[in-house]
């Protein structure tokens, strides 16, 4: 691969916002400074434009193997490029789940050929695979996921004393799902009596309710802090469960951290009526009030990460009755561009969002040069117009599924470039004929 340099940058990294060149030399960052110059790279200039960190997602659920009618890892991956995604950690809840070590290695095999964005994945946790969990490597992936309610692919783990030996038996950071199921199951039964199948997608919120969150999560921290497992609690989506971590210490001697995802950022349940179970998510898109108690949480650092939990099902599925109506959507082509609208409308700054995309989990998941500008660090970035105008619409969507909850929305910005290990993986529209992905690496 040839140099790359790209002059006229506004970077955006480490709580700067500075003009500046970077010069890419293969897989790397080079070099970093006000004026380059190289006869031998390829000059790109952007004018002006935003240079971000490329974004890591630590939760996409991209369906292979088993459920590629929904999604691949070749279209999802692809899609996240375009939206400024250059790492991305799947999840365990395929079929066959990934929950041996040879799963987990097929996985890593299709991702190798197909995947357009660096790649790990999660090992599932479950009631009987403790043994298998025990002879992973601690750097072999990015960490384990446990679903604490059942969701998507049930693999919930309901076996008190299991917990408790896998939260004592792995050195990696332990992923969470936290919903009480016996909550949710009484909350279900009772509307699914006054209504059959067909219950009022409005109460999703009160089915999957704010005390079975704040039940789950809490108990999950009560047994980390017990055993001294780091344990990461994903989507919270509730006002009351924010106030069960912390941002007294830095992020990295935390033990407990939290992650919150863009749909819980963007949407309340006022959106059901016009959206329907295209908002149906596990946990639930809920309050205005908890949306904004996430917004308060997330910007005084008790939650760590901004991720997209993106979960794609076709149309026709999200269209059956609630109890049979899949929860997830699709979300990773515009969830950069989604948070930058909110940064423009001053709801976050360019800095703080790059920290909790970029910078945190990186940190988070002891991730080996990536999620800075860095000189010697991998060359994962993304190029952002503030002066475009990017309307989602059924023509420019990617997902395999063919939608999103986002379409009709006009965005203030839009993606132009992204770079992954150097390569220009996408290019106003056109993606490289090659692909420059590469597996994960950790520092643990």
């Given at each position: 691969?040839?140099?790359?340099?790209?002059k006229?940058?506004?970077?955006?990294?480490?709580?700067r916002?500075?003009?500046?060149?970077?010069?890419l030399?293969?897989?790397?960052?080079s070099?970093?400074?006000?004026a380059?110059?190289d006869?031998?790279?390829?000059?790109?200039?952007?004018?002006?434009?935003?240079?971000?960190?490329?974004?890591?997602?630590?939760?996409?659920?991209?369906?292979?193997?088993?459920?590629?009618?929904?999604?691949?890892?070749a279209?999802?991956?692809?899609?996240?490029?375009?939206?400024?995604?250059?790492?991305?950690?799947e999840?365990?809840?395929t079929?066959?789940?990934?929950?041996?070590?040879e799963?987990?290695?097929?996985?890593?095999?299709?991702?190798?050929?197909?995947?357009?964005?660096?790649?790990s994945?999660?090992f599932?946790?479950?009631?009987?695979?403790?043994?298998?969990?025990?002879?992973?490597?601690?750097?072999?992936?990015?960490?384990?996921k446990?679903?604490?309610?059942?969701?998507?692919?049930?693999?919930?783990?309901?076996?008190?004393?299991?917990?408790e030996k896998?939260?004592?038996?792995?050195?990696?950071?332990?992923?969470?799902?936290?919903?009480?199921e016996?909550?949710?199951?009484?909350?279900?039964?009772?509307?699914?009596?006054m209504?059959?199948?067909?219950?009022?997608?409005?109460?999703?919120?009160?089915?999957?309710?704010?005390?079975?969150c704040?039940?789950?999560?809490?108990?999950?921290?009560?047994?980390a802090?017990?055993?001294?497992a780091?344990?990461?609690v994903?989507?919270?989506?509730?006002?009351?469960?924010?106030?069960?971590?912390?941002?007294?210490?830095?992020?990295?001697?935390?033990?407990?951290?939290?992650?919150?995802?863009?749909?819980?950022?963007?949407?309340s349940?006022?959106?059901?009526a016009?959206?329907?179970?295209?908002?149906?998510?596990?946990?639930?898109?809920?309050?205005?009030?908890?949306?904004?108690?996430?917004?308060?949480?997330?910007?005084?650092?008790?939650?760590?990460?901004?991720?997209?939990d993106?979960?794609?099902?076709?149309?026709?599925?999200?269209?059956?009755?609630?109890?049979?109506?899949?929860?997830?959507?699709?979300?990773?082509?515009?969830a950069?561009?989604?948070?930058?609208?909110?940064?423009?409308?001053?709801?976050?700054?360019?800095?703080k969002?790059?920290?909790?995309?970029?910078?945190?989990?990186?940190?988070?998941f002891?991730?080996?040069?990536?999620?800075?500008?860095?000189?010697?660090?991998y060359?994962?970035?993304?190029?952002?117009?503030?002066?475009?105008?990017?309307?989602?619409?059924?023509?420019?969507?990617?997902?395999?599924c063919?939608?999103?909850?986002?379409?009709?929305?006009?965005?203030?910005?839009k993606?132009v470039?992204t770079?992954?290990?150097?390569?220009?993986?996408?290019?106003?529209?056109?993606?490289?004929?090659?692909?420059?992905?590469?597996?994960?690496?950790?520092?643990?």
């Amino acid at each position: 691969m040839s140099k790359i340099l790209l002059k006229n940058a506004k970077i955006v990294n480490e709580n700067r916002v500075f003009e500046s060149d970077v010069l890419l030399d293969g897989n790397y960052i080079s070099r970093i400074d006000s004026a380059i110059s190289d006869a031998n790279a390829k000059v790109i200039d952007l004018n002006g434009d935003l240079l971000l960190p490329g974004i890591i997602d630590d939760q996409v659920h991209f369906r292979e193997p088993g459920l590629t009618h929904k999604g691949t890892i070749a279209t999802e991956s692809r899609a996240a490029i375009a939206g400024g995604i250059t790492t991305y950690m799947e999840q365990p809840n395929t079929n066959p789940q990934t929950t041996t070590i040879e799963k987990l290695e097929e996985k890593m095999a299709i991702a190798a050929k197909d995947s357009f964005a660096n790649y790990s994945f999660l090992f599932g946790g479950t009631n009987d695979n403790l043994e298998e969990l025990k002879r992973l490597d601690k750097n072999a992936c990015s960490g384990v996921k446990l679903f604490l309610g059942s969701s998507t692919g049930n693999m919930l783990v309901d076996n008190e004393e299991v917990l408790e030996k896998i939260f004592s038996n792995t050195e990696m950071v332990i992923s969470a799902h936290c919903e009480d199921e016996g909550t949710i199951r009484a909350n279900l039964a009772k509307y699914k009596e006054m209504y059959g199948d067909d219950i009022p997608i409005e109460l999703h919120p009160i089915i999957r309710s704010a005390e079975a969150c704040y039940l789950s999560s809490s108990k999950a921290i009560a047994l980390a802090k017990k055993t001294g497992a780091r344990l990461h609690v994903f989507h919270l989506s509730t006002g009351i469960e924010t106030d069960l971590f912390t941002n007294t210490i830095p992020l990295e001697k935390k033990k407990i951290t939290a992650e919150v995802c863009i749909h819980h950022l963007w949407f309340s349940d006022e959106d059901y009526a016009e959206k329907g179970t295209l908002i149906k998510w596990n946990p639930a898109v809920k309050t205005k009030t908890d949306r904004e108690q996430l917004w308060k949480a997330l910007l005084d650092d008790r939650i760590d990460v901004v991720a997209t939990d993106h979960a794609p099902h076709t149309l026709e599925e999200k269209d059956h009755p609630y109890t049979s109506a899949p929860s997830g959507g699709p979300l990773v082509q515009h969830a950069l561009l989604a948070m930058l609208q909110k940064e423009s409308e001053g709801v976050i700054s360019l800095e703080k969002m790059v920290e909790k995309m970029c910078h945190n989990p990186a940190k988070l998941f002891d991730i080996d040069r990536r999620g800075f500008i860095r000189e010697g660090y991998y060359a994962d970035l993304v190029q952002v117009n503030r002066n475009t105008q990017y309307e989602v619409k059924k023509a420019n969507i990617l997902y395999k599924c063919g939608w999103s909850p986002f379409e009709g929305v006009t965005f203030g910005s839009k993606v132009v470039r992204t770079f992954v290990n150097g390569l220009l993986a996408y290019d106003n529209g056109n993606f490289a004929p090659t692909k420059n992905a590469m597996r994960l690496t950790f520092n643990r």
